[in-house]
């Protein structure tokens, strides 16, 4: 059984799927209006590691993320680029991508995008202006938060304490400060759409219930995001889906922040390293392993010392990949646990990972374990115990892969598909393949490396 911390309840609990064996999760993706920082490449790791261990696990994930693609911070950026809405979401989408896949995530099964969906939300806001959960004014519609009776469930506070926290509303059409925009009626030039209640384009908290009750169904599993979504964005998701009488996700996982000098990095507030910045300098690896060694819950720094450290942990790891000739796994490719055999000393290591990443993802306790059993693989075979420290070696590899961290054995940033390629021609060299070895290094300098033989084997490197 998984277990994760479940912000409604405020403690760990089990997860109760809806259907045994299977897992939905719809996980807040990006407003594609500036290039994604390594706060988003934390926020996308943590998901990513979260998805690849329930399918380690067995399970079969189905993996929601959208792509917020109109927003008033897309209409901004347009007019400060000078250009237009589909030209800012093209570009900062393709940035996205782009850093998610260096950082070796695997692709959501599903990418809604928003403007897909804007006639289901029509179809939404029309039942709650008809049910009175919802109304309009000179600038939009509202939708009103009195209608739900436990609105506040995610906030963790009832509405009359929530209401007299609120700011000071300067709309005085609307009936509450907390009260929502679920449709905003376009102002000249802006993007719009027809809709019985004026030309418009829809709220943000309507596109994710939207989205994620077309793609996942009612009560669905697990609704994940940043602290930050789980108030308001999260509870008035969650507001508009009881209103239409539709059940909601069954449990709420929210992450901590990339944190710079005490703050939230985030694109507001300008304190951000981009992905590109921290990738042009630092493996992948590295930050996915830096990820790991703090609880998805907790703030992480990230600092040139912790990127540092992270990096001469990794080549701990590389260097056991080294010693064994482990061939690099994971990538798009999710692992299943099922795939490797486990025995001995190895199913001993699976288990006692197992079990912390199963009681609410303790990474970095499971990431203590693992470099345990490294050193021990290092230990045995130094006291010429080859079967034991081979066995060891194989599993950390595996598990890592599972965790989507994988080991190469060839120094480097090297992809999974060029590691492959090495190790093919490694064995096409053991057997004296000379052409198969030959043709294998032209394949790997059409990839772009410079191919050495040396006393181990293949050597690939960057020009
Ligand atoms: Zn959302």
């Avoid at 994604?36 to 490449?41: A, F, R």
């Avoid at 509870?235 to 000098?261: C, D, I, L, S, Y």
């Avoid at 720094?301 to 690099?328: G, I, K, N, Q, W």
Wanted: net charge negative; charged share 25%.
């Amino acid at each position: 059984m998984i277990r994760l911390f479940d912000s409604v309840h405020g403690e760990v609990r089990d997860l109760d799927l809806r259907d045994p064996g299977r897992v939905s999760i719809y996980s807040c993706g990006p407003t594609v209006d500036n290039v994604p920082h390594i706060g988003h490449g934390r926020q996308t790791l943590v998901w990513d590691v979260v998805r690849r261990w329930l399918v380690f696990r067995g399970f079969d994930v189905h993996f929601v993320s959208n792509i917020t693609d109109i927003d008033d911070k897309i209409i901004a950026r347009a007019s400060a680029e000078s250009t237009s809405v589909p030209q800012v979401v093209a570009k900062y989408e393709n940035e996205w991508w782009t850093a998610m896949t260096a950082l070796g995530a695997a692709m959501p099964d599903d990418t809604p995008h928003a403007t897909n969906y804007v006639s289901d939300m029509i179809e939404l806001i029309v039942g709650l202006l008809e049910r009175d959960d919802a109304y309009i004014t000179s600038d939009g519609v509202y939708f009103d938060v009195t209608c739900v009776d436990d609105y506040g469930l995610l906030a963790g506070q009832p509405l009359d304490s929530l209401r007299a926290g609120a700011r000071v509303e300067t709309n005085e059409e609307k009936h509450s400060p907390l009260d929502f925009a679920l449709w905003k009626l376009a102002k000249p030039g802006e993007p719009s759409w027809p809709a019985p209640f004026g030309d418009g384009r829809p709220g943000w908290h309507t596109e994710c219930v939207v989205m994620s009750l077309d793609l996942l169904g009612d009560d669905f599993d697990l609704h994940t995001g940043g602290l930050d979504l789980k108030f308001p964005h999260h509870e008035n998701e969650r507001a508009q889906a009881v209103a239409a009488g539709r059940p909601f996700a069954r449990h709420w996982a929210h992450h901590g922040w990339v944190m710079v000098g005490g703050e939230k990095m985030s694109s507001s507030l300008n304190n951000f390293t981009s992905l590109k910045d921290l990738l042009a300098k630092t493996d992948a690896r590295a930050y996915r392993l830096l990820v790991l060694r703090s609880h998805y819950r907790s703030p992480i720094e990230v600092t040139p010392a912790t990127t540092a450290d992270a990096e001469r942990a990794l080549a701990r790891l590389d260097s056991l990949a080294r010693r064994f000739e482990l061939a690099p796994l994971a990538g798009e490719t999710l692992e299943v646990a099922s795939d490797f055999r486990w025995a001995g000393i190895a199913q001993d290591l699976f288990d006692a990972v197992a079990e912390v990443l199963d009681d609410d993802m303790n990474t970095p306790l499971a990431v203590a374990l693992l470099f345990d059993a490294v050193a021990a693989a290092n230990t045995a075979a130094d006291d010429g115990n080859d079967d034991e420290a081979r066995t060891l070696a194989n599993a950390v590899n595996a598990l890592f892969s599972g965790l989507g961290l994988a080991l190469n054995s060839h120094g480097g940033d090297v992809d999974v598909t060029s590691g492959q390629l090495v190790a093919q021609r490694d064995a096409a060299r053991a057997a004296k393949d000379w052409s198969e070895a030959d043709r294998l290094r032209d394949e790997l300098v059409t990839l772009g490396w410079v191919v050495e033989d040396s006393a181990r084997g293949t050597v690939i490197r960057r020009p």
